[in-house]
């Protein structure tokens, strides 16, 4: 008997203990490796003989052409391709123009033509089109180099030539694929085996956007010259596979991007372009596209676009989407079958029938304007695509990792159109800011609580501002957006967050109220005991934002933190946010802030335009609801401070 009761307390331990592993959001620290078969005789063997094999091939090319007669969607966004590729027949040619630091504005205009042009040779054999991406490939292949001291640049530009050399399958002059062969190796593959020179190195096992980029590249420009030199392409390939587990992790265990969601559109496209280049060529992606959390992504990116049409914009993210199709999810879409990534509605939206302008990505509404760089080879995904079933968005998600995030929304038929983004983290993540515990709040189509976004690189760096250094008393954190005083969060004794301290997730409910808990603890390191930071939505239009503190001896003031760009007036309850009003006619929204722990303590407002510092981002009305509780005012040293956002249940009626 006492055997079994040994047993049974052995099992609830352990599950006990599995249960808080779950919470805490920690990445296990071992990595999961790639099939890596590589070596000389295993890519000569195993390789593709004929071209196309980037991402086309014969067996791709018959449901391609299929599709392009049958299905409207391809039909549609292909047409849009070509519309893309005509524009370009009218730009100059390109040059080795630097800005600041980075070719990559080049590197990426080049990948973009080629991806335009090299498809549209590929369908229709045009010979204008071949004259051109020939012109292309001799103008960038006459550069002195590729810029290897920002690999990026060098990255995007590989790929553009493999592309270029596959997609008209050898018929650009063979005097042009001698050269755009020897660039490849020479200003492409060959700086990467530059040890002495970190910049052209450290990318390969790093964990971000730059891995994913960069050795996409390389593999693409070794799958191009790999009959001219296998030694060096099986090489590159095998050190690709070798490295991009690095990147591939940070997506888990759930498939939060840490670097926030246009960064998952850019780093998350290169995946995808790898994979359909390694099943292309090779009939196998080496279990790229199945490495844990990477699927799981496509819900992240979903659940990142909220209501009002702007991204959930945490880390160095931009803040709204374009209008055209997300071509990256749509691959997740033909792996899956799943509707739900398949952004059918905006595929078949009309195409402009003027010029697009170069390095614009304005259109109207509902139009498919300047494509992206890589929606070439996006082409042969949407035309892969076969509808399965249709998925939900869950209304509650959290997502673990080095950057969790949870989101609650009120689904797909919210007359509210409710939605909450908060998250853990720190400020050493890859882009990432001093912004634990902080949240974005949409409710009645606004954004009501708001996260300031990022700001152009080169615009800091040419000052010289140390934007890149991630120490405790860097420069990075005096920018508004990137320390903890222009989020929604909690700042003690007026000092910036604990730069390595990460906040997890320590507990998540689901249902109609559905909770998260972060443990903010180690961020506040040395100035607080602990600190608990609950959200929870109260009602469908509603949300309940609870702090639970215990201060120490250096605990001074406490400062509770919101960021908005509406108007706010302090009342004896809290304050009410106002959206501006441009007609007599038109109500008012507003959005109730119910200080419920402290009423004795009025809230203030602090303005943030101008911004504090002169090279900060500039966002029109932007400011800083504060509730400040000083230490005087703590019983026991534990505090709790309950705040209330309460919308309007019918904003057009006033209430």
Known sequence: MKKIEIFLITIISLIIISCKNDLTDKNDNSSYKLNNPFTGDFLLKNLRKEQPRLVLNSEIDKVLREKLISDPVVKNFYSAIKLNAMSVLDEPYLKREKIGKRLLHISREMLYRINMLGMVYYIEKDSKILDRINN???????????????????????????????WTAGDLPESTIDKAIKAIIDKGIMPSYETDKRSNIWWIDGNNNWNQVCNGGMIAG????????????????????????????????????????????????????????????????????????????????????????WYY??????????????????????????????????????????????????????????????????????????????????????????????????????????????????????????????????????RWVTDPGNQAYHDLEKTGFDLWNKAQDSQRWTLLNKGNFGHSTITINNQLHKVDG??????????????????????????????????????????????????????????????????IEVTDKGATISKPEYSSITPQKKLFVENISHPDISMKVISLDPPPLELDRRIEGLKRLELNIPTAQINAGELEIKVRLRGQKNWRAGY
């Open 313 to 446: 914009n945490y880390a160095d993210c931009g803040d709204k989407r374009i209008s055209n199709p997300d071509v990256t999810l749509a691959w997740f879409a033909s792996k899956s079958g799943d509707e739900l990534f398949f952004e059918r509605e905006r595929f078949l939206n009309p195409t402009h029938s003027y010029k697009i302008q170069k390095n614009t990505m304005q259109t109207a509404a509902k139009e498919i304007g300047r494509l992206r760089r890589l929606n070439g080879a996006g082409l042969v995904w949407v035309a892969q695509y076969e509808k399965q079933k249709e998925s939900e968005l869950p209304s509650s998600w959290k997502g673990g990792g080095t950057n969790p995030i949870a989101v609650f929304t009120g689904g797909s038929d919210d007359p509210y159109s409710y939605y909450l983004g908060c998250k853990g983290g720190s400020g050493t993540v890859n882009h990432g800011n001093m912004d634990a515990g902080s949240f974005i709040f949409e409710i009645n189509g606004e």
């Open 502 to 567: 990460k906040a997890t997730i320590v507990d998540f409910k689901h249902g109609e109220k559905p909770e998260v808990t972060f443990d903010l603890t180690p961020v506040f390191e040395g100035v607080l005991k602990s600190s608990k930071r609950k959200f929870t939505k109260e009602s469908p239009t509603s949300l309940l934002i609870d702090d639970l503190i215990k201060i120490n001896e250096s605990t001074e003031t406490i400062t509770w933190q919101l960021i908005t760009t509406f108007d």
């Open 222 to 309: 070794s799958i191009a010259i790999a009959e001219v030199n296998p030694e060096l392409a099986s090489k590159t390939i095998k050190r690709s596979l070798d490295g991009l587990p690095h990147a591939l992790d940070e997506y888990r265990p759930d498939g939060v991007y840490p670097e926030g969601s246009t960064y998952w559109g850019y780093g998350t496209a290169f995946s995808v372009v790898t994979n359909a280049m390694l099943e292309s060529a090779f009939g196998t992606d080496f279990g790229l596209g199945d490495y844990p959390g990477f699927k799981d992504s496509a819900y992240f990116r979903l659940l990142m676009n909220a209501p009002s049409g």
């Open 136 to 166: 292309e490939v001799l103008a960038v292949c006459s550069f002195s180099d590729w810029n290897p001291s920002h690999y990026l640049d060098v990255g995007e530009m590989t790929m553009a030539l493999a592309f270029a050399l596959d």
